[in-house]
Each structure stands twice: as C-alpha cells, then as structure tokens.
C-alpha cells in the first residue's frame, strides 16, 4: 500500500502511526505541502480536494485521514479497532468530533504561531488566536472531563480514537496550546507521546 503524505502534518500522521503501529508496511510518498505538490494533476487525480493523506491499495484510493485509518486498521483483527459495534461506535464519536471541533480548536493556534513563523507569514492575529483559544476551552473541557477517570478514550484500552485526537497536540508546545489546567489531559498524552508508533512520526525540524 502506497501512503502520500506530509510527515508535518497532523493528519498524515495519524495514518502514518496507525500503520506503524500494526506494522503494516508502507511505501511512503512524500508530498510536499510547501512546494506545492498537492496541486499537481497527477496528485489531483488521486485527490481531487488537493489534501494529505491519501492511501492507494491497488486500484483503490482513498483519502480522508479517519477513512484511512480505519482501513489501515481493518486488515486483520486489533485491539485498535475491535470487532464490536458498540466499540467502533465509540471510535467514530471521537475520531468525528476531533474532526468537526478539536482539530478546528487547535489548528488557528498551530498555523498562527507555528506554520505562520516557518512560512514567514508574518505575526500571529490576535484575533484569530483570541477566538480559538476559546474554542479550544470548551472543547478541551469535554475531554479532560472525560478522560477523568480513564486512561485512554474508549474502552481503557489504546484504540484508534486515541491516535486521533492526539494528533491535533503535535504542536501543543510550539502553539503555545493552553494545556495548563486539564491535567487529566497531559497525563493521557504522556501516555501516547512514548508508543513508538508516536515518536517515529514525530516531525522533525
Ligand atoms: N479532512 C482531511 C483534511 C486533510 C488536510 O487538511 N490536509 C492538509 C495537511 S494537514 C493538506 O494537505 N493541506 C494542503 C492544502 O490545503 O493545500 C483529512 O482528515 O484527511
């Protein structure tokens, strides 16, 4: 299986890590975002939203992060995504409210104080960093309360919808996140942040 995408990046990342972790190899093709290469036709033609990840197994594509990883994990049985209905239930919950609200929480932070700087985008806006902080505490508040008196999101066990949601704290330190009170928070990802499916895809530079 062929994965395109930008090791940079969150949600390459949580394809990446999931097939790491169940040692399912692949041949990794890097796009690079910052050259522009998501928009070139023959990229387009595999992705028509011009995005990473994409996945191609054969003559089948498929993009979209959570897809991916859901197919990545579908290949044989794991406790990533476990064969119960109640469970990968459970998974989608978290895996679509990381994608409809985490992920919209974190992102202002992480392009106006990381991705801004790499690309000399100038200063962060004060405005955009103001209104995604607030987003980011009531959606962080969901899930410090829910991880209260849980190791992992579902189940106690590490499952997809831990990949997930972890994704969006790749740059929590550099986006300057804050992450000072939802303890319950930091002790979960000081639990993935040391899988090695977590630290091989850590970004570099
Ligand atoms: N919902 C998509 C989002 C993918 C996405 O936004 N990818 C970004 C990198 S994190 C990208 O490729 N952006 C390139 C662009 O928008 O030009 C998924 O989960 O795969």
Known sequence: ??????????NSRKAHAVAIHLDLPLDLRLIDLQKGEQRTP????LNPTGRTPVL????????EST??????????PNSLWPESVQSRADIMRWQSWQQAHWQRACQPLQFERVVKQVLQLG????QVVEQATQQFHQEA?????HLAERTY????????????????????????FPLE???????????????PAWQKTTPRG
């Open 123 to 126: 200063d962060p806006d004060p």
């Open 141 to 145: 508040a969901v899930l410090n309360q």
């Open 56 to 63: 191609q197994d054969g003559e089948f594509v498929l993009w």
């Open 67 to 76: 897809a991916i990883m859901q197919y990545l994990a579908s290949q044989g």
């Open 42 to 45: 023959e990229f387009m033609q």
């Open 153 to 176: 999101l579902v189940d106690e066990t590490l499952t997809l919808a831990d990949f997930s949601v972890a994704s969006d704290l790749t740059y929590a330190g550099p986006g300057q």
């Open 181 to 195: 009170r939802y303890s319950h928070i930091q002790a979960w990802y000081a639990r993935i942040e040391p899988l």
């Open 1 to 10: 299986m062929k994965l395109y995408y930008f090791p940079a990046s969150p």
